[in-house]
């Protein structure tokens, strides 16, 4: 799904949980996060414009759970991501980035090593 069509859904799932509906969401998406970061800064200001009011969230409407491979349980364990009036914490998703882009790094030195660059 394009990022921008991403936005727009987490604002469609913020406005009907203002109706009590509620949802059960898996993801991946790093924009779909990021979205919701950015409803709950929305909902922690005293002055909305228009139809903010309608999209913003508190910690309250939103609960984000981390499923992590764990070699004790043989399995997953199910981790609770921290919500506050600023956002998700989001350094579990952080961290694989970094793990990613030194992934990278280390391929980048070893082609140039091997003379491919």
């Not at 469609?12 to 969401?25: D, P, T």
């Not at 979205?35 to 002055?47: E, P």
């Amino acid at each position: 799904m394009h990022p921008a069509a991403i936005r727009e859904m987490a604002k469609m799932f913020a406005a009907a949980s203002k109706f009590g509906i509620r949802f059960l969401l898996t993801t991946h998406s790093d924009f779909l996060l990021e979205q919701f970061n950015n409803l709950l800064k929305l909902g922690s200001l005293k002055r909305k414009k228009g139809g903010e009011k309608d999209i913003a969230l508190t910690p309250d409407d939103i609960s984000v759970y981390l499923f992590r491979r764990c070699k004790r349980a043989n399995g997953f364990e199910i981790v609770p991501v921290e919500v506050t009036r600023n956002g998700l914490n989001t350094e579990h998703f952080a961290e694989v980035l970094r793990e990613m882009n030194n992934e990278y790094v280390d391929y980048e030195e070893r082609a140039e090593e091997e003379g491919q660059l």
